[in-house]
């Protein structure tokens, strides 16, 4: 089993069935996806943009169809960057790159940043709000920050359900509470 480093996350993660699963998971093509390009539009035509948590790469090629400028995907998992670098052709520029959020250091460089079913992998309050000013900080001007994030605090919680269909534990994260968050001009 490929796993993430337990100092990063402490989730093992294996890359290859995440990949697998996400592709017959029918709430990723039927809720998650069809959500964000409503709620996107057409803004990220031409623009910058970086996937935090790209994992297998799906939403890289989302937004590659709606015209995005340039693309880094950035993963904490080495396995799920090079599988996007093995099996993803693009024509844009596209980067892969193994890194955490806890590690983004570009300022003012992005005008969409996107981070879906990825926060609720930061171990406590402290590396969230890491995440959220490091995040904040790729922005350029005016840039917008979008981010799914499971229900932390709901009676059935699916990624959880994924988690053990994938052979990974979740911690309970109790201080995310939330489904759907959009952010204009994050601080």
């Given at each position: 089993m490929v796993a993430v480093s337990p100092s990063q996350n402490g989730v093992e993660f294996p890359a290859e069935t995440y990949v697998t699963a996400s592709k017959k998971w029918l709430g990723q093509s039927v809720i998650v996806y069809p959500s964000l390009l409503k709620v996107i539009g057409d803004r990220v035509n031409g623009k910058d943009i970086i996937d935090i948590g790209c994992g297998g790469g799906k939403f890289v090629q989302e937004l590659?169809?709606?015209?995005a400028n340039k693309i880094v995907g950035i993963d904490s998992n080495n396995e799920m960057v090079k599988s996007c670098r093995?099996?993803?052709n693009y024509?844009?520029?596209v980067i892969f790159r193994e890194e955490s959020?806890?590690?983004?250091?570009?300022?003012?460089?992005?005008?969409f940043a996107f981070a879906?079913?990825?926060l609720h992998f930061n171990n406590n309050v402290a590396e969230l709000r890491k995440s959220l000013i490091n995040?904040?900080?790729s922005l350029k001007p005016g840039g917008e920050f979008i981010a799914f994030v499971p229900?932390?605090?709901g009676d059935y919680n699916p990624t959880a359900l994924l988690g053990k269909m994938l052979g990974m534990f979740f911690a309970n994260l109790d201080f995310i509470c939330g489904y759907f968050y959009r952010c204009n001009s994050c601080p």
């Open positions: 590659i169809k709606l015209g093995n099996n993803y024509t844009k520029d959020s806890l590690d983004l250091s570009e300022e003012s460089t992005y005008d879906i079913f990825v995040i904040a900080r229900n932390g605090v």
